[in-house]
């Protein structure tokens, strides 16, 4: 510690004190640790690819919803019943056909007994009886195949939604894969990031340490109003004055001097001017 001025004049003190050197290897290891310290980069997962499982899901709903049979089935069938179209099954060919011959041998016999065969009454006969046997079969045939369509037509939304849930399942199933595949992919990743926080973590702490040692090394500087010659001349002159009272009366005699208090006051002022004390 330094002091410098006199009588009231202007006063400085500086302080300074060492770095300990156990702090000082604690600086130097918290540093290199953090210069050191290169966050790794490599926390960013790969991504699942589908799994065989939703391929399968995506390709059967695709299917469904673009070129299902069904639907094309019913689209045809709905068709058919507009135009009033329909197949003639084999039972119902030979129904026809029986029909058809025995109206035909009516109409031949009851002409030929007639002696009218080949006449024009004749053959508008024949195929009004030919139409009159068919036309009931073909017309409760058709009624019937228009009855069958329509049911199934009525069932084909419920079957389609059917095959729409078991190609869900089949993707939820495929969804679960992937999580799973997902999360041994981020798993990695997820350790790489917890180590760089435990590494940046174990950095602040040992700058939060170093924060709270205290403050060695610093500087403290006090100063008060500039130092006025004429208060140090007063200063000086009452020390000089106390210093010459304090001498014994028998050297101020020896000097032919009653008191050395009036020099003792004299030559203290003269000492406080210069800035001697």
Do not use: H
């Not at 991504?47 to 045809?76: E, K, R």
């Amino acid at each position: 510690m330094s002091l410098g001025g006199g009588g009231g004049g202007t006063q400085t003190v500086v302080n300074t004190q060492d770095i300990p050197q156990w702090l000082q290897n604690q600086i130097q290891s918290t540093y290199n640790k953090a210069s050191s310290f290169t966050p790794s980069s490599d926390v960013v997962p790969n991504i699942a690819g589908f799994t065989p499982a939703q391929t399968q899901s995506m390709d059967a709903i695709t299917n469904i919803a673009t070129n299902n049979p069904l639907s094309n089935l019913a689209s045809q069938s709905i068709s058919d019943i507009i135009l009033g179209n329909f197949n003639l099954s084999q039972p119902l060919q030979t129904a026809i056909d029986a029909q058809t011959d025995r109206a035909i041998d009516d109409v031949t016999s009851l002409y030929a007994r007639g002696g009218r065969l080949g006449s024009d009454a004749f053959g508008k006969a024949l195929g009004e009886g030919v139409t009159q046997a068919s036309a009931p079969l073909l017309a409760q045939a058709l009624e019937q195949d228009q009855n069958r369509k329509l049911k199934a037509i009525s069932s084909v939304p419920s079957v389609i939604q059917n095959e729409l849930a078991l190609a869900s399942a089949l993707g939820q199933v495929g969804g679960q894969q992937q999580a799973m595949d997902q999360a041994l992919l981020d798993r990695p990743a997820t350790i790489t990031s917890a180590q760089n926080q435990a590494t940046q973590q174990n950095i602040n702490n040992m700058l939060a340490a170093m924060g709270s040692q205290p403050n060695y090394g610093g500087t403290q500087t006090a100063s008060g109003m500039g130092r006025s010659p004429l208060a140090g001349g007063v200063g000086g002159a009452l020390t000089g004055a106390t210093l010459g009272s304090l001498m014994p009366a028998s050297l101020g005699s020896g000097l032919g001097l009653a008191s050395l208090t009036p020099y003792g006051a004299l030559i203290g002022g003269g000492l406080g001017l210069l800035g001697l004390i």
